[in-house]
C-alpha cells in the first residue's frame, strides 16, 4: 500500500495479558516512530527508529514496553503484561531521512482497550 | 531536553472570526518547527513547516526566536478547520519530533 499501516485497528485485552502492535511503513522510509495517544490527550513519544542506528527509546514508560524493527522495514511494538493505564491509540508513522523534511507520514493507530 | 507547549486545549470561533493557536518551545538552538493536523477520521498530517515560509489552507506560522513561539494564524476561520492541531519541534535533521498536547478548533456556524 501507498501509506503506513498498522494492524489490528482495533485490539480489546484482559489485564495481566501481552499485546504486539505491527507497523508496516511507507517503502524507502527510513524513519520510523511509535506515539501513544491516550484519550482526550496528547501525542506521547515513544522510540524511534532511524535507519540502523540504535533506536531512541527515551519515551518507553516502563519496561513492559519493547519494540523491535527489522531494518528498515516492518516494527512491532509489544506491551506485557497489560495494564488499564496501557488503554490509547498507538500511532505509527515514517518519514525519509536523514536529513529529511520532517514530513511524518502517520498510520491509523491500533485503539488498545485493557479490561 | 526540548519541550512543546500548547496552553489551550480548546478554542471555540464562529466562522470568519481569527482564529490563533498558540505554541512555545523550550530549546536552546535553532529547531524547526512544525504543524500538523487531524480532521475527524482522518489521519494526523503535516500542515506546514516554518522553514517553507508557506502559507497553507489560509493558515500560516512565523517562528518568533525570541518568544520561543510558533503561533498557527488564519485571518478567516471556516467550519471545515475544524480539527485537532499539533505543534510539533525538530532539533535537528533526522532527529526525532516533539509534539505538543494539541488544540483542539472548533468553528461554530
Known amino acids: 500500500g501507498a501509506g503506513v499501516s498498522q494492524s489490528p485497528s482495533n485490539k480489546v485485552t484482559e489485564k495481566g495479558k501481552d499485546v504486539e502492535l505491527r507497523c508496516d511503513p511507507i517503502?524507502?522510509?527510513?524513519?520510523l516512530y511509535w506515539y501513544r495517544q491516550r484519550l482526550g490527550q496528547g501525542l506521547e513519544f515513544l522510540i524511534y527508529?532511524?535507519?540502523?542506528?540504535?533506536?531512541?527509546k527515551s519515551g518507553l514508560p516502563s519496561d513492559r514496553f519493547s519494540a523491535e524493527r527489522t531494518g528498515e522495514s516492518v516494527s512491532t511494538l509489544t506491551i506485557q503484561r497489560t495494564q488499564q493505564e496501557d488503554s490509547a491509540v498507538y500511532l505509527c508513522?515514517?518519514?525519509?531521512?536523514?536529513?529529511?523534511?520532517?514530513?511524518?507520514?502517520f498510520g491509523e493507530g491500533s485503539r488498545l482497550t485493557v479490561l | 531536553a526540548q519541550r512543546v507547549t500548547q496552553p489551550e486545549k480548546l478554542l471555540s470561533v464562529f466562522k470568519g472570526a481569527p482564529v490563533e493557536l498558540k505554541c512555545n518551545y523550550s530549546?536552546?538552538?535553532?529547531?524547526?518547527l512544525f504543524w500538523y493536523v487531524q480532521y475527524s477520521r482522518q489521519r494526523l498530517q503535516l500542515l506546514l513547516r516554518?522553514?517553507s515560509r508557506e502559507s497553507i489552507k489560509g493558515f500560516t506560522a512565523d517562528l518568533n526566536k525570541g518568544e520561543t513561539s510558533f503561533h498557527l494564524k488564519k485571518p478567516f476561520a471556516q467550519e471545515e478547520d475544524s480539527a485537532m492541531y499539533y505543534c510539533?519541534?525538530?532539533?535537528?535533521?533526522?532527529?526525532?519530533?516533539?509534539f505538543g498536547g494539541g488544540t483542539r478548533v472548533l468553528v461554530k456556524p
Open positions: 508513522a515514517s518519514s525519509r531521512g536523514p536529513p529529511g523534511t520532517g514530513e511524518l507520514f
Open positions: 517503502s524507502g522510509h527510513t524513519a
Open positions: 510539533a519541534l525538530r532539533v535537528a535533521a533526522g532527529n526525532k519530533l516533539t
Open positions: 516554518h522553514i
Open positions: 530549546y536552546s538552538g535553532s529547531p524547526e
Open positions: 527508529f532511524q535507519g540502523n542506528s540504535a533506536p531512541d
